[in-house]
């Protein structure tokens, strides 16, 4: 069980909502999407990889097979799923101060939310609203999202540079590569492993791989 | 409103960087403690002489404070409040970082390689309980100060023994202290340089309580949306007080007058490979477009000669201009034009690069990447991240070409949480960029380089010069730790129930 693979850290938090509010929710969600602008403090934090808010109606919840007995829920639940650099530890204060209106507009109508400052009270909410990850796959472990945009930047850049790029005199072609150099200046990082999330985290992954080595 | 400390209970090297009050010379000490009681007496000695935060020659309150000679101040290791025989219900409630100790959290910190504390001197593998630092204003004033402990010892009948083991001038390695100086230029004039050259120690964190802060918090305080600075709350750098996320940090332990007024100290002791650092310089200087010392300001952030931020001064022109206008400026115009700056007008970092020491320690708006107001304030990403800065250079480089001799920085971070500030600014932005978007990139300078798999930086340009960026590659390890540890420091009530055994958490 980690919450942590590769460099990023997923978390799935469930908190249950009024059934008859979710509709502001969904309302304010809409607002949203239609409105990216509203977002901005979200998409800016380049620390967030991914992050998705879903209602699930009290009456929504899936079952495996009609033979199990259906839930009789009290409230709706609003399910949030994100993955992002580090942990909720780590960068609950970064999540916290950018974007602190947004989190209580999205949590508002949620059973008991604390709101996001003071601190400690929404940090505990969260934790423990949260459903650990049991599996958790990652298909670029050395990658962050703000690698993987870069390099497909400079991947689509590289291709069509080298097709445009045939018949140039050597002048052009060094203006036209300095000036390619300049496009994607920002877009260089390194990409080497991540730095160790928790000292625990770390523990668990050197056990892991030390037991692997035996079993080969 | 103004906040009022107390400041006759807070100890004085929190509050004053006793380097810019001509305290020239410092010595650091360690010691064990091989008695409970013994132990504490020796505590409750050098009590009645560790220096408070009340300002010289000022009144403050009912107390005048007189400059002295020499300072002392006091700090303790986990272990070192276990061997007092502190309650544990107390020493429960520090945090998992300071329980734990740096050489522990070396994973962290990217101490590794050269940095490895197997590699540290050998006094940080001795049982390190009780830190204690003398500031004097002379060699003299240190030594005489450093007598008067060591017969504290002798009267506690050696309840704690001063420990050996600090790496020295001629490489010996069984010293009983640590000594570090400012460094003299060729005048013998005292200067804020350290080994590399570089002008040290400008922009400290400025917190609610301190002296004349609404100037002092230019560009040190946190930004505001309509590009004003304010003091940080007090909370960061002080336990008691309220912090910056509105509540009293966590980090406090029990009862309250322990932790009141105290805070956590990072003691590090960083060696400068001053050969490598010149040999490095000189080679990519080559390539470089620019002159070697708008190079090294790359590196920094700051012009070596006197630490004017580059962003105010891109290039050797407008340095010319800057120096002009400095050298033309009062005492509190130098000051600002040294601290109040921001990134807001190079987002593309063409002036400071994003992997400079300035911008990464502190970036103060500039993780907003220029999206307007997509924060709630600027420096939201950064005004939980913030440390004050105490320390002075040691040794000497006697041979410029060389990595081998005696000559560092002994380091100090004062933070309310160790983990919150002052390991995430080591971890997450010297030794790693993704907030920065730069993906594994190290800081040039403190970076923990890997001589296997050497990194490189990007020095950014603007794109409307048609100028490419440059590339520094093949950086080498040019700071190694050489030792360190944390710290409890309390404030002078709570050193004072420390020795008198009457901490009681009940």
Request: contains cysteine; proline residues 6%; charged residues 25%.
């Given at each position: 069980m980690s919450n942590i693979a590769g460099k990023a850290y997923a978390m799935n938090v469930i908190t249950p909502i009024r059934w008859y509010m979710t509709w502001i929710n969904r309302l304010i969600f809409k607002i949203a999407l239609k409105n990216p602008e509203t977002l901005k403090g979200l998409i800016t934090l380049s620390l967030i990889h991914y992050a998705r808010w879903v209602i699930v109606p009290r009456s929504g919840f899936p079952r495996l097979d009609p033979s199990q007995p259906k839930e009789d829920l009290q409230y709706s639940y609003m399910l949030f799923f994100s993955n992002f650099n580090g942990s909720w530890d780590q960068y609950v204060d970064s999540f916290t101060f950018a974007i602190p209106a947004g989190l209580d507009l999205f949590w508002k109508w949620n059973i008991r939310y604390p709101k996001s400052v003071?601190?400690?009270?929404?940090?505990?909410?969260?934790?423990?609203?949260?459903?650990?990850?049991?599996?958790?796959?990652?298909?670029?472990?050395?990658?962050?999202?703000?690698?993987?945009?870069?390099?497909?930047?400079?991947?689509?850049?590289?291709?069509?540079?080298?097709?445009?790029?045939?018949?140039?005199?050597?002048?052009?072609?060094?203006?036209?590569?300095?000036?390619?150099?300049?496009?994607l200046q920002h877009h260089f990082g390194d990409m080497k492993p991540t730095p160790i999330v928790s000292l625990s985290a770390d523990a668990v992954k050197k056990r892991y791989l030390q037991s692997h080595l035996n079993s080969n | 409103m103004t906040y009022k400390l107390d400041l006759t209970d807070i100890q004085g090297n929190i509050i004053k960087a006793y380097g810019s009050y001509n305290y020239q010379k410092a010595r650091y000490l360690l010691f064990r403690v091989n008695d409970g009681d013994k132990g504490r007496q020796f505590v409750g000695?050098?009590?009645?002489?560790?220096?408070?935060?009340?300002?010289?020659?000022?009144l403050e309150g009912n107390a005048v404070a007189g400059k002295p000679q020499a300072?002392?101040?006091?700090?303790?290791?986990?272990?070192?409040?276990?061997?007092?025989?502190?309650?544990?219900?107390?020493?429960?409630?520090?945090?998992?970082?300071?329980?734990?100790?740096?050489?522990?959290?070396?994973?962290?910190?990217?101490?590794?390689?050269?940095?490895?504390?197997?590699?540290?001197?050998?006094?940080?593998?001795?049982?390190?309980?009780?830190?204690?630092?003398?500031?004097?204003?002379?060699?003299?004033?240190?030594?005489?100060?450093?007598?008067?402990?060591?017969?504290?010892?002798?009267?506690?009948?050696?309840?704690?023994?001063?420990?050996?083991?600090?790496?020295?001038?001629?490489?010996?390695?069984?010293?009983?202290?640590?000594?570090?100086?400012?460094?003299?230029?060729?005048?013998?004039?005292?200067?804020?340089k350290e080994h590399f050259g570089y002008t040290d120690g400008i922009g400290d964190a400025v917190f609610e309580g301190q002296t004349n802060v609404a100037a002092r918090a230019l560009g040190r305080g946190k930004l505001t949306r309509d590009g004003n600075w304010e003091p940080l709350a007090t909370g960061e750098f002080l336990l008691g007080h309220v912090d910056e996320a509105m509540e009293y940090p966590r980090t406090a332990p029990t009862p309250a007058l322990l932790a009141h007024n105290g805070t956590y100290m990072v003691y590090r002791k960083l060696h400068e490979n001053v050969g490598t650092f010149n040999r490095f310089l000189d080679e990519q200087s080559k390539t470089f477009s620019g002159s070697k010392e708008?190079?090294?300001?790359?590196?920094?952030?700051?012009?070596?000669?006197?630490?004017?931020?580059?962003?105010?001064?891109?290039?050797?022109?407008?340095?010319?201009?800057?120096?002009?206008?400095?050298?033309?400026?009062?005492?509190?115009?130098?000051?600002?034009?040294?601290?109040?700056?921001?990134?807001?007008?190079?987002?593309?970092?063409?002036?400071?690069?994003?992997?400079?020491?300035?911008?990464?320690?502190?970036?103060?708006?500039?993780?907003?990447?220029?999206?307007?107001?997509?924060?709630?304030?600027?420096?939201?990403?950064?005004?939980?991240?913030?440390?004050?800065?105490?320390?002075?250079?040691?040794?000497?480089?006697?041979?410029?070409?060389?990595?081998?001799?005696?000559?560092?920085?002994?380091?100090?971070?004062?933070?309310?949480?160790?983990?919150?500030?002052?390991?995430?600014?080591?971890?997450?932005?010297?030794?790693?960029?993704?907030?920065?978007?730069e993906g594994n990139d190290k800081e040039v300078l403190l970076g923990n380089h890997d001589a296997d798999s050497p990194g490189k930086v990007v020095i950014h340009t603007d794109p409307d010069s048609g100028k490419p960026p440059h590339f520094v590659t093949n950086i080498p390890r040019l700071v190694e730790t050489r030792g360190g540890g944390y710290f409890f420091i309390p404030s002078i009530t709570a050193v004072k129930l420390i020795a008198a055994g009457l901490i009681d958490p009940t």
């Amino acid at each position: 069980m980690s919450n942590i693979a590769g460099k990023a850290y997923a978390m799935n938090v469930i908190t249950p909502i009024r059934w008859y509010m979710t509709w502001i929710n969904r309302l304010i969600f809409k607002i949203a999407l239609k409105n990216p602008e509203t977002l901005k403090g979200l998409i800016t934090l380049s620390l967030i990889h991914y992050a998705r808010w879903v209602i699930v109606p009290r009456s929504g919840f899936p079952r495996l097979d009609p033979s199990q007995p259906k839930e009789d829920l009290q409230y709706s639940y609003m399910l949030f799923f994100s993955n992002f650099n580090g942990s909720w530890d780590q960068y609950v204060d970064s999540f916290t101060f950018a974007i602190p209106a947004g989190l209580d507009l999205f949590w508002k109508w949620n059973i008991r939310y604390p709101k996001s400052v003071p601190l400690t009270p929404f940090h505990k909410y969260i934790r423990h609203n949260q459903i650990d990850t049991l599996h958790y796959y990652n298909a670029y472990p050395m990658a962050s999202s703000n690698d993987i945009k870069s390099a497909q930047k400079i991947k689509k850049a590289l291709i069509d540079f080298n097709t445009t790029s045939v018949n140039k005199t050597p002048d052009d072609f060094l203006k036209d590569y300095n000036k390619l150099l300049i496009d994607l200046q920002h877009h260089f990082g390194d990409m080497k492993p991540t730095p160790i999330v928790s000292l625990s985290a770390d523990a668990v992954k050197k056990r892991y791989l030390q037991s692997h080595l035996n079993s080969n | 409103m103004t906040y009022k400390l107390d400041l006759t209970d807070i100890q004085g090297n929190i509050i004053k960087a006793y380097g810019s009050y001509n305290y020239q010379k410092a010595r650091y000490l360690l010691f064990r403690v091989n008695d409970g009681d013994k132990g504490r007496q020796f505590v409750g000695a050098i009590a009645t002489k560790v220096t408070s935060a009340v300002p010289w020659g000022k009144l403050e309150g009912n107390a005048v404070a007189g400059k002295p000679q020499a300072t002392t101040n006091i700090a303790f290791t986990y272990m070192g409040l276990q061997a007092l025989e502190l309650p544990d219900a107390s020493l429960r409630g520090f945090p998992e970082d300071f329980m734990m100790g740096m050489a522990e959290r070396k994973e962290i910190l990217g101490d590794d390689g050269p940095s490895d504390p197997k590699f540290w001197d050998r006094i940080w593998k001795e049982d390190v309980h009780i830190w204690i630092s003398i500031n004097g204003q002379s060699i003299e004033a240190v030594e005489e100060r450093y007598d008067w402990i060591l017969q504290q010892i002798d009267a506690c009948k050696n309840g704690v023994t001063l420990l050996m083991g600090h790496r020295g001038e001629t490489g010996e390695d069984n010293l009983p202290y640590q000594d570090a100086s400012v460094l003299y230029d060729n005048n013998g004039a005292p200067s804020p340089k350290e080994h590399f050259g570089y002008t040290d120690g400008i922009g400290d964190a400025v917190f609610e309580g301190q002296t004349n802060v609404a100037a002092r918090a230019l560009g040190r305080g946190k930004l505001t949306r309509d590009g004003n600075w304010e003091p940080l709350a007090t909370g960061e750098f002080l336990l008691g007080h309220v912090d910056e996320a509105m509540e009293y940090p966590r980090t406090a332990p029990t009862p309250a007058l322990l932790a009141h007024n105290g805070t956590y100290m990072v003691y590090r002791k960083l060696h400068e490979n001053v050969g490598t650092f010149n040999r490095f310089l000189d080679e990519q200087s080559k390539t470089f477009s620019g002159s070697k010392e708008l190079l090294a300001a790359k590196f920094s952030g700051r012009w070596r000669d006197n630490g004017a931020p580059i962003v105010n001064a891109p290039d050797d022109t407008s340095k010319a201009e800057w120096d002009k206008r400095f050298a033309a400026a009062d005492f509190a115009g130098k000051k600002r034009m040294l601290s109040d700056f921001t990134y807001n007008e190079d987002m593309h970092g063409a002036k400071c690069p994003f992997s400079a020491h300035l911008r990464r320690i502190n970036p103060r708006g500039s993780l907003e990447f220029g999206v307007r107001d997509a924060y709630e304030t600027p420096g939201a990403l950064v005004n939980r991240r913030r440390i004050i800065r105490r320390g002075l250079p040691y040794g000497t480089v006697k041979d410029a070409t060389r990595d081998d001799g005696n000559h560092g920085i002994i380091f100090m971070a004062l933070n309310a949480d160790i983990q919150r500030q002052f390991e995430f600014i080591q971890q997450q932005w010297i030794n790693y960029a993704n907030d920065f978007k730069e993906g594994n990139d190290k800081e040039v300078l403190l970076g923990n380089h890997d001589a296997d798999s050497p990194g490189k930086v990007v020095i950014h340009t603007d794109p409307d010069s048609g100028k490419p960026p440059h590339f520094v590659t093949n950086i080498p390890r040019l700071v190694e730790t050489r030792g360190g540890g944390y710290f409890f420091i309390p404030s002078i009530t709570a050193v004072k129930l420390i020795a008198a055994g009457l901490i009681d958490p009940t």
